[in-house]
């Protein structure tokens, strides 16, 4: 009759069991690291943002043009701690010295990444801007527009408000180059365009909520 031999595997490879669990400790790790990106932005992938702006411009392009306040309205997609945002934006400005209001007009696309940190409720995160704008204003006699790009950086914090809902609080600054500006007399219908291109800066304050969908 044979001996029965004890198994001695588990003696032989002492380490495979806390290799089993390191590994099960890892990916427990990696399965919670996405699904808290996707909650510092929004817990679902699609949201919708609408905001308030406080817009100061700078340069050439803005003669007496002082700060303005108007909107902004974003769909956005969260896949993960990457976002990104397309929507549009608008403001108004006064011009120094003249009976007469400046407008900010345009789409945009804004990539964001969202930083995991041990706050359960603020998210801290850096974004990027580029849009299509157009720059407005008349008076009595005159209307003036030219189109131009713009690129903006920066950043800004998302408050976890409920489930749903985030506070989204942020600053941006940014630079734009306009095409020819176009003018028309509206009197006498004659128009013109000046025979410069100009640019400018600006920086953007942000408040505003996000809801998710």
């Known amino acids: 009759m044979e001996s029965q031999r004890p198994d001695r595997s588990r003696d032989l490879y002492p380490g495979g069991n806390v290799l089993k669990l390191r590994g099960l400790l890892l990916a427990a790790v990696l399965a919670a690291a ?3 990106g996707l909650q510092g932005q929004a817990a679902q992938r699609l949201s919708v943002q609408g905001s308030g702006l406080f817009i100061k411009l700078f340069g050439d392009a803005f003669p007496g043009a002082k700060a303005g306040i108007g909107f902004e309205a974003q769909i956005r997609y969260t896949p993960s701690a990457f976002s990104f945002g397309a929507g549009f934006q608008y403001t108004s400005h006064e011009i120094e010295g003249v009976d ?3 407008t900010l007009v345009g789409g945009f696309f804004e990539p ?3 930083f995991s940190t ?3 409720t603020l998210f801290p995160y850096l974004s990027g801007r580029f849009y299509l704008v157009q ?3 008349e008076n009595t006699d005159v209307r003036t527009k030219a189109t131009g790009l713009a690129a903006n950086g920066g950043g800004g914090v998302l408050v976890r408000l409920a489930s749903r809902v985030n506070a989204d609080i942020g600053a941006t600054y940014g630079y734009s180059r306009f095409s ?3 003018f028309e007399d509206l009197s006498t219908g004659i128009t013109g365009e000046s025979d410069v291109s100009n640019s400018g800066s600006n920086l953007v304050l942000r408040l505003g909520l996000t809801l998710g969908l």
Do not use: D, E
């Open 118 to 120: 041990s706050s359960g």
């Open 100 to 102: 007469q209001r400046a």
């Open 135 to 137: 720059l407005k204003s």
């Open 180 to 182: 020819n500006f176009k």
């Open 112 to 114: 964001r990444y969202v």
């Open 34 to 36: 996405l699904p808290a």
